[in-house]
């Protein structure tokens, strides 16, 4: 049994925004090249569901107190030091993205999560660190990472795989 038996509402969501059936899904796990892209639409649109129903939540959640307004908005990451730019574009353009509850998202080729962080105060700076749990290649993932304002909408940070690569990267505000 595949594991998308488990989440039927997930896998017709799927079928209707990727226009692929379960048959063809069911075909594409036997062949490893094909099933990766099917099966990274089918965890981009879990993803895009399970965040929408944690935005929902968000309703009743107390406003936290740090802001992080410089860092607020959706950056593209243009380089990384761990892996290259086929990879880390490899399905969307690379992004991590923050809101004004410190709270979002992020993805870099099959590497995507969610984001908790907050304002810290060094000497040389503020820094936004955070914490964050997704997926890397559709196993289950956790890490830590951080970015700093280099200039007025340019940034550099770091993604840390628990118990996994790390990388340094750069990024530009998106327009």
């Known amino acids: 049994m595949l594991v998308l038996d488990l989440c039927p509402e997930i896998v017709e969501k799927a ?22 892209v099917v099966a990274g ?4 649109i879990a993803r895009k569901h399970q965040y929408q129903e944690f935005q929902k939540g968000l309703l009743n959640i107390n406003e936290k107190t740090d802001k992080g307004m410089d860092f607020t908005g959706t950056w593209h990451i243009y380089e990384m030091k761990g892996w290259d730019e086929d990879y880390f574009n490899m399905e969307v353009q690379a992004y991590i993205r923050i809101d004004s509850n410190n709270l979002r998202d992020f993805q870099f080729g099959l590497v995507s999560g969610w984001i908790d962080g907050k304002l ?15 997926n890397d ?5 956790c890490g830590s990472g951080w970015i700093r304002i280099k ?3 340019s940034l550099e940070g770091e993604f840390r795989i628990h118990l996994g690569d790390d990388s340094t990267f750069l990024a530009r505000r998106a327009k």
């Open 120 to 134: 810290v105060d060094y000497a040389n700076g503020e820094r936004f660190e955070f914490t964050w749990e997704g």
């Open 15 to 36: 079928k209707a925004d990727a226009e692929f059936s379960y048959a063809e899904f069911c075909d594409a796990a036997e062949k490893d090249t094909r099933f990766r």
């Open 41 to 44: 639409q089918i965890v981009g």
């Open 137 to 141: 290649e559709c196993d289950p993932a």
């Open 151 to 153: 200039e007025e909408d």
